[in-house]
């Protein structure tokens, strides 16, 4: 059963005194935003039931998570903090007679309740920011940046090496039988150790026998794929069985790409992780990671420094392709025109050129690519032009002020979907704080 808020203060509640009673600044600017009702509207359009046990209030879980996103905690450091925080405790709406609902019970509900809600709060956010005429949505700059993923530097052995511990794990589950992987898994890891000794000689002997060390490791695991196949059917725990299937697939495709690299080919779409294969390499030139892993992060802000629109893409997609659905979603959020749009040249193309143009942006910040004709050299030079060139290098600071404040650019949760609700958290509450500080 759906509940919205909590019972309000309890009887301790009367006899603290009024220092403890009274917020701090910065929660309680935040509790004016989230006090307003239309946030309760995506719950109840998709979990308005009246039958079962009472969840955690919609109210406290939104308040919670501002909390853990706001000083980068886990959940049972999150669930401890609040329940030794008088302060905390009364944000949140719960009493000091009441119990913290339990780490678990928070990880469950984040899943529970997805991606779709919490674009919906971030939109209902923005729509309370412009009724306070904080937000005017006239002037916005892009980037991308890389939201890495939650896992180690991956490597052909190491990867498969960690698909024959996960299927190690799965088949303990099966009882009664004689297939044991452990013997092989240990051969595995002594093969990758005496890779990474190898690496460290750059002749070509040594390249020579990692790739036979390399061979040997994907023989090793497809010998113990194909045993554990015979015996999947005997799992009769569904979750552990289904587990142990997509398991398999992702190991079976790290073998393949690993032959494929062991061949002279370069594999498309690479899988990075076991754990979380949807993770991709994404080159950006940066000398200190030549290459991350993870997806891919677009943020818009506009001129207030509010964010007003965030997406996630797997891999790294061009950012030209981009600029089409920026201006469709900000249509949607602000009907006035835009008037100015500062971007880096990666957004450059004829095509967005005259998009933006017939959208009716008037004064475009975004530089071309390659050598700029003397045309367009005048319009660089115009001073409106260095301002919108300025104006967007601020969203670099943003971006690290995201990373810094709220942990944005690594992603605990897994998975495309686990990406887009971290994402989307760190946002909603760089909004929240950012409103806190005042204008």
């Given at each position: ?109 984040t899943q529970k309740y997805g991606e779709e809600i919490l674009e919906e709060i971030h939109g209902l956010i923005i729509e309370n920011l412009k009724s306070r005429k904080l937000v005017r ?303």
């Amino acid at each position: 059963m759906l509940r919205l808020k909590s019972n309000g203060p309890d009887l301790w509640d009367s006899i603290l005194p009024e220092e403890l009673r009274k917020l701090p600044e910065e929660l309680e600017q935040v509790n004016s935003i989230l006090d307003d009702d239309r946030l309760m509207e995506p719950f109840i359009k998709r979990f308005s039931t009246t039958m079962g046990r009472p969840t955690i209030p919609v109210a406290t879980y939104v308040r919670l998570m501002y909390l853990k996103f706001r000083y980068k905690l886990g959940y049972e450091t999150l669930v401890s903090e609040v329940s030794d925080s008088i302060h905390w405790r009364r944000f949140c709406g719960i009493g000091l007679a009441d119990k913290v609902p339990d780490s678990t019970a928070l990880v469950k509900l984040t899943q529970k309740y997805g991606e779709e809600i919490l674009e919906e709060i971030h939109g209902l956010i923005i729509e309370n920011l412009k009724s306070r005429k904080l937000v005017r949505g006239k002037k916005i700059r892009v980037d991308t940046t890389v939201v890495a993923s939650d896992i180690h530097y991956p490597t052909d052995s190491t990867l498969l090496r960690d698909g024959l511990r996960r299927l190690r794990y799965g088949v303990r589950k099966i009882p009664n039988i004689p297939l044991r992987i452990g013997r092989t898994l240990k051969k595995v890891k002594a093969l990758t150790f005496s890779v990474s000794q190898l690496l460290r000689k750059a002749d070509k002997h040594s390249r020579n026998k990692i790739k036979n060390i390399n061979h040997a490791i994907i023989r090793l695991v497809r010998t113990s794929i194909n045993k554990v196949k015979k015996v999947i059917h005997r799992i009769k725990a569904r979750r552990i069985r289904k587990d142990v299937i997509r398991t398999i697939q992702v190991t079976e495709t790290i073998a393949g790409q690993s032959e494929e690299r062991l061949a002279g080919v370069k594999p498309t779409n690479r899988v990075v992780s076991i754990v979380d294969p949807d993770a991709r390499p994404i080159v950006k030139g940066k000398l200190d990671k030549p290459v991350e892993f993870g997806r891919t992060a677009q943020i818009t802000q506009d001129e207030s420094g509010y964010i007003t629109q965030y997406d996630v893409f797997q891999g790294n997609p061009s950012e030209s392709t981009m600029v089409r659905g920026i201006l469709k979603q900000h249509r949607s959020q602000f009907p006035e025109q835009l008037k100015s749009i500062a971007a880096d040249t990666a957004f450059a193309s004829e095509e967005n050129f005259g998009l933006l143009r017939e959208s009716g942006v008037t004064r475009i910040g975004i530089p071309v690519r390659g050598k700029p004709p003397p045309a367009i050299r005048l319009v660089q030079k115009r001073k409106w032009f260095k301002n919108l060139r300025n104006f967007r290098a601020g969203i670099e600071a943003t971006i690290r002020f995201l990373d810094r404040k709220f942990g944005f650019k690594r992603s605990m949760y897994r998975g495309n979907s686990g990406t887009f609700i971290w994402v989307s958290w760190a946002v909603i509450v760089a909004n929240l704080y950012r409103f806190s500080k005042g204008p």
